[in-house]
């Protein structure tokens, strides 16, 4: 068993920068990969980012590369997710999940094992 909490989401001005925490515990493993996804109500969940846990390799959706960065800190057990140039289309909930089985990258929501409860991103223009 994995568990995922979020935290950092909140209204945020179009341009402004805002930084997701996700805290992981439970169960940890080398093949681990931690995402993030968001979703927007009537839409389905769109993948944003990944990390590899142990190497921290990295893997970005097409529609936030260049403007978001994923991290992890192994110590805290931490991986975040830095914003910057936030623009409206970017308010959503931004769940951060676990695939513990997948060898090779995946942006399938459905291929993650466990999920967080979700964090409100809005971006005011």
């Known amino acids: 068993q994995v568990q995922l909490v979020e935290s950092g989401g909140r209204l945020v001005q179009a341009g402004g920068s805002l930084r997701l925490s996700c805290d992981v515990s439970?169960?940890?493993?080398?093949?681990?990969?931690v995402g993030w996804f968001r979703q927007v109500p009537g839409k389905e969940r769109e993948f944003v980012a990944a990390?590899?846990?142990?190497?921290?390799?990295?893997l970005y959706g097409d529609s936030v590369k260049s403007r978001f960065t994923i991290s992890r800190d192994n110590a805290r057990n931490k991986v975040f997710l830095q914003m910057k140039s936030l623009e409206r289309e970017d308010t959503a909930v931004y769940y951060c999940?676990?695939?513990?089985?997948?060898?090779?990258?995946?942006?399938?929501?459905?291929?993650?094992?466990?999920w967080g409860q979700g964090t409100q991103v809005t971006v005011s223009s």
């Open positions: 999940a676990a695939d513990v089985h997948t060898t090779g990258w995946t942006m399938d929501p459905q291929e993650y094992d466990y």
């Open positions: 439970g169960r940890t493993s080398s093949r681990y990969a």
């Open positions: 990390i590899r846990w142990s190497i921290g390799s990295t």
